[in-house]
């Protein structure tokens, strides 16, 4: 589910310990954080609930990872709860970021892959700003792959999407604009 942080009216910040905790240490602006507690109270209520019983207690650590999709261009964020027992096979590696988005309904405007995970692009560049993925280190033609968007030069949290495999631990991740 996607929250336009352009539009998200700043009403109720308000949420819970463990939440909010969360919250303050994402790289999302005081604005951005603002927007975003707003609509967790409103629109998207059935989001936070889950993410306070994730944050709050064990019980969810093994059957949910939560991925946050922050759109540098648009200004969204798309909060995906994974079910870990659902990979998303492609496109990419089985169980990429890329793949996941696609599974839940994030189409190509939101999440480039011009070569539909072939590694021959570098167009479902990310930003693996919080959390460690399944694997960690870029294989050696990923990593060639990197730095060929010369308006998206790589920063040393640059991933590609469609072979970041999404492991067990929340991901923060922006698709950059520039
Ligand atoms: S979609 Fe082309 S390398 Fe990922």
Redesign the pocket.
């Known amino acids: 589910m996607k929250c336009n942080l352009k539009s998200a009216l700043i009403s109720d910040t308000t949420l819970p310990n463990a939440l909010n905790d969360w919250l303050k240490n994402t790289p999302l602006n005081k604005e951005q954080q603002n927007r975003y507690a707003s609509w967790l109270n409103t629109n998207g209520n059935d989001i936070k609930e889950v993410l306070n019983e994730y944050f709050s207690s064990d019980s969810l650590k093994d059957t949910i990872t939560p991925v946050w999709l922050y759109h540098e261009g648009e200004n969204s964020i798309a909060t995906i709860l994974i079910n870990q027992n659902q990979a998303a096979p492609e496109?990419?590696e089985y169980g990429s970021l890329?793949a996941y988005a696609r599974a839940y309904g994030y189409d190509e405007k939101f999440l480039?892959?011009?070569?539909?995970?072939?590694?021959?692009?570098?167009?479902?560049?990310v930003e693996v700003l919080q959390g460690k993925t399944k694997n960690p280190t870029p294989k050696d033609e990923?990593y060639d792959?990197l730095d060929i968007d010369l308006d998206r030069p790589p920063t040393e949290f640059t991933r590609?999407?469609?072979?970041t495999v999404v492991g067990n631990e929340p991901l923060f991740c922006k698709i950059r604009n520039t």
Not at 112 to 125: E, I, M, W
Request: hydrophobic share 20%.
């Open positions: 496109p990419g890329l480039c892959s011009d070569c539909y995970g072939q590694l021959s692009c570098s167009s479902c560049a990923e792959m590609l999407s469609c072979q």
